[in-house]
């Protein structure tokens, strides 16, 4: 057995959520924060969480699948993740007035999809990774093919649940749009592809980059995208493509563009989905629901470039996965591009942008931006 494998259980990762990694932070984003103390929050996203959790295996308990199918998403599902896209989505409806009893499918869905997109990427020809969640891998437990059929599941139920919603036809079919354009091609998908592509240096894809895609399995990480230039990250962690076939690859600003658009796409959509989806069943007005979505985009930013810092500083036992990966496999990140001190400030910033868009909801929303700064504080 892989000794990577010998974590002890996530559930223990959400005891004391505020532990901040960085003093920075701490002190900087203390004044976005209003009357709700972190132990107020704290209770109230475990309160969310438990909700969450607890609906969830009643659903899946429901559900007509092959025990092997009910086994593996079971697995996944209910292996302790943080639940923040749907404390989302419920927090999102109950600051514009909504009922939390409604939103809940929404908050259901959005982790469903949620769920699935890390079985496939953390699958030998994505990321090829072992551990999640603090379990081992899907894919190591149930094969790849009942891992990927896992994913596929799960997200057609995901769908299947915004329909049987109780919140009529036309909130309904404003779910669906929300979340398929968010976790689809112009949204996670998309961003999953550009963040394959990033790999050592060839995003923009040439032509050729959609038959490099072909990954090999872990133990020969050499071979994945065995087409392309290899990175090397220098002290101060800027990339060096060795030979890069895209002459503005050297060019930082250039690159910091390009990782932004995958970040929004792979890990922003899904977050600023499970706002509007909160706001959309709580049937807000477009200004409420135009805030939510600005403070989506800034949180789901900021939270990309805090799970990059976390794999170059975090600890494998409080994330539950393995750190260090990003380098490995020549990943285009925050503190590989920027550094480590300028992705902590940028991330800072993104947070203090994303409070700014909540002032109309004046001390309603202090859960939310309790768990903006959890989003950049957090060690797991
Ligand atoms: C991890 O998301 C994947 C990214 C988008 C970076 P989370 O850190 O929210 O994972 P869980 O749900 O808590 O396991
Ligand atoms: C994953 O980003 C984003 C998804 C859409 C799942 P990462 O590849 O950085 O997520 P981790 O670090 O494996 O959780
Ligand atoms: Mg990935
Ligand atoms: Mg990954
Ligand atoms: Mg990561």
New binding site residues.
């Given amino acids: 057995m892989n000794p990577r494998f010998g974590i002890a259980s996530h559930k223990s990762l959400h005891d004391g959520i505020f532990r901040p990694w960085l003093s920075l932070f701490a002190s900087t984003i203390s004044r976005t924060v209003t009357g709700m103390d972190s132990e107020s929050f704290s209770a109230r996203f475990k309160e969310l969480r438990d909700l969450v959790d607890t609906s969830l295996a009643e659903l899946l308990e429901q559900q007509p699948w092959p025990d092997a199918l009910r086994r593996a998403i079971s697995y996944s599902l209910m292996a302790g993740g943080k639940r923040l896209r749907p404390a989302l989505v419920l927090m999102g409806c109950q600051i514009c007035g909504g009922n939390q009893k409604d939103a809940l499918p929404a908050a259901h869905a959005v982790e469903m999809i949620h769920t699935y997109s890390l079985i496939h990427d953390d699958l030998p020809c994505m990321d090829d990774d072992d551990l999640r969640r603090g379990r081992p891998t899907s894919h190591r437990v149930f094969g790849d093919a009942l891992a990927t059929l896992a994913g596929d599941a799960l997200q057609t139920l995901a769908f299947e649940t915004l329909g049987n919603a109780p919140v009529g036809p036309a909130i309904a079919i404003d779910c669906v749009r929300i979340l398929s354009s968010a976790s689809g091609g112009p949204g996670m998908v998309g961003g999953q592809i550009l963040d394959l592509e990033a790999e050592r240096g060839a995003f923009p894809a040439g032509p050729e980059v959609g038959v490099n895609l072909q990954n090999s399995p872990r133990s020969g990480d050499s071979g994945r995208n065995s087409g392309l230039p290899s990175v090397e990250t220098t002290v101060n962690g800027t990339l060096k493509p060795e030979d890069s076939r895209n002459p503005a690859s050297t060019n930082d600003s250039f690159r910091v563009e390009q990782l932004i658009q995958i970040h929004k796409m792979k890990t922003g959509a899904l977050m600023t989905a499970a706002l509007e989806l909160g706001s959309a069943v709580a049937s807000a007005t477009a200004d409420e629901r135009e805030r939510l979505k600005k403070f989506g985009q800034n949180i789901g930013l900021a939270f ?1 470039i805090a ?2 810092l ?2 170059v500083t975090g600890s494998d036992e409080r994330l539950g996965k393995e750190t260090g ?2 380098n490995e496999l020549g990943k285009l ?1 925050y503190p590989s591009l920027i550094g480590i001190d300028a992705s902590r400030q940028k991330a800072i910033t993104l947070v203090d942008e994303a409070c700014v868009a909540l002032d109309i909801f004046d001390d309603r929303a202090d859960v939310l931006r309790q768990l903006a700064r959890f989003i950049v504080e957090r060690d797991h």
């Fill in positions: 990309q799970d990059d976390l794999d990966r990003d990140t």
